[in-house]
């Protein structure tokens, strides 16, 4: 008689397959019930960053993404961004997706940018549940100083409900395994 594996039986297959879907079920069940009316994520991070001694001033080269995400089950009216540094040289391109994959078409929400004072704003209306935005700031001459502002940079983020700063895509992964979590009685 041969050896079989515990894997081999048609039985134990269906039983796993069965056990990993109930878990993805789960997740977003207890996602689902668990998520806030009113929430916004947000994360912003230099992806890249580059100086190179020129004659004169500093040149450097640096790629900035911001994202903010709609986390919650509600629209967002208005997000304000406030970014303390504004440099003067900088390309700003945006890009809007979902936090979650969907068969539904992405909403569009607006993003307008505005100068106040030495500081970039932007004011993203209609932000829809399930949406992230991201800002990418691109600066290809900028001084060292502006790099400097970047790198340290804290943004002020306005919005209706509960704003925390984490990444909207990671962070509702990591709730929704909480929050599933929860429901099985494993956290309070």
Known sequence: MAATSIFEHTAVRWLLAGGVAAGLAGIVIGESLQRPAHEVRYSGRLSMAHCAPTPGPLSCTFKYRFSVGNTGNQGQASVRIEWPADPPRAMVDTKISDIVASARKTSQPRVQQQSEMGNTVFVISELEPNTVVDIDLFCA???????????????????RGRVTEADPRVSTFENSVINFLRVLGFFR
């Open 141 to 159: 001459l900028c001084e060292r100083a502006d790099l400097d502002a970047f790198r340290g940079i804290r943004a002020k983020v306005e919005a």
